[in-house]
């Protein structure tokens, strides 16, 4: 029954990479903002054989280099057609489902893989943002793959650690959000580390794995100060947090537009002084709006981007919660318009699917986390780094949140919801076992 299942993942995943056909129909459909930065910089690597397109380095300080060089790469050795890149995301997304069976098969409970892999394969939120010219897919890619590499290898302590500092560092120059992780796994490494290896060198392999973390992003942060004068390894995160996090916030308590609210803010300031600020100003706003933002990564629905996709750019929403907290549905994604519309039950069933998936998805997940107990090193770190790594991408966008966010950590989501599932399998078979035997009990007693 397993190894049916295994097949017929395969062949699903298989078939999905037909929707890059999508990509054919409409080839700016997954184009967005950072889409065209990172295009740029894939072009002028092609042409000029150098990384950045403006004199003061605005673009190349946000993005750092590698998902532009994998873009220049593909377009080098394949051709600049957008549907290529969607069908090699399409393919990466597809082997993060595989590696979610192999995993399970490595933790010596496969069913628990199956239903992971499934799980993510039959995501609609991971499917729409591989179809986007963004870092989404390929970045949660290369995480599990650096997850499974950390909770299964049996180096020695600090050797693991070193590693594992090294490579989440060269993460950092696929999405920036890798720094984050470095001192979460430190502590996780330490923590795994006490019981055998005593708390000294528990302690020394945490600090060894953040040293070789800066010193692998510390080449790029020079390079920056070296050609712009700023010692910075992006400027991402700071612009997130001053031009969309606290800009919300500001809009949202004054009653006045995005921009107007950016224009107030001054980023001489630095962004944890204007933090400061806006929360002193705006204390229960600016807690909503990380609210609100975190519940929208979590449920993960983002019926505008199906829309972009799909060539329907009067589709919006960033996610079904907008508008249960700021008092309009329509932000959500519920303003479906009227039946008449066309596009009207396409959409209505995209929101349908999302929702419901993503439900089951959590449901499973919670259950899993409160009733799962890991069996095995590996296990136990496995979920650790999952857990870990999934609150640190989920949080730290706050107010920016959207369904984007979640699809780095629906791996985890995936896997843990794995674990809930065969909690679920188990207990009603259980019950059934329970069932079947008090029927002949009963009927004895009628007798």
Known sequence: MRRTGERLLLAFLIARLGLCLLTVAEPDGGVFPDSIGYLALAQGLLENGRY???????????????????????????????????????????????????????????????????LYALSPNVAVWSLTVMTEVSFALALLLLVLLAATSNAPPLIWAGGAGALLGLLAYHRTVAMALMPVWAAIAAWSLWPSQGKRKAATAGGLLLVTGALVVLPWAYRNWATYEQFTFSTGM??????????????????????????????????????????????????????????????????GTWGNVLGHDTWTGL???????????????????PASDPAF?????????????????????????????????????????????????LLLPGAVGNARFRVPAEPYLAML??????????????????????????????G
């Open 345 to 393: 039950w396409t959409r209505a069933g995209l929101l349908s699917y999302s929702l419901l998936h993503s439900g089951v998805l959590i449901v499973l997940a919670a259950i899993g986390i409160l009733g799962h107990r890991s069996e095995g090193r590996a296990e136990r770190l496995f979920v650790a780094l999952a857990l870990g790594s999934s609150a640190v991408l």
């Open 52 to 118: 950045g397109v403006q004199p003061d380095g605005e673009a190349d300080m946000l993005h750092p280099p590698a998902y532009s060089g994998f873009l220049a790469l593909l377009q080098w050795a394949w051709g600049p057609e957008r549907a290529k890149i969607t069908f090699v995301q399409l393919l990466m997304s597809g082997l993060t489902s595989w590696l979610l069976v192999l995993a399970g098969r490595r933790f010596g409970k496969p069913s628990v893989g199956l239903i992971a892999g499934w």
């Open 417 to 446: 919801a794995g674990f809930g599932g065969l909690i679920v399998t188990q207990r009603l078979q259980a019950w059934r076992r329970r069932q079947t035997a008090a029927g002949p009990a009963a009927a004895r007693l009628q």
């Open 238 to 303: 700071s612009r997130s947090m001053i031009a969309f996090n606290l800009a919300e916030v500001v809009a949202r308590a004054e009653g006045t537009s995005r921009n107007r609210a950016v224009a107030s803010l001054d980023p001489a300031l630095g962004a944890p002084r204007l933090t400061l600020q806006v929360l002193q100003k705006y204390p229960a706003p600016f807690l909503k709006a990380q609210v609100l933002g975190v519940a929208r990564s979590v449920v993960g629905t983002d019926i």
């Open 319 to 337: 996610g079904l919660l907008s508008g249960a907290f700021w008092g309009s549905l329509d932000e959500g994604g519920l303003g479906l318009g």
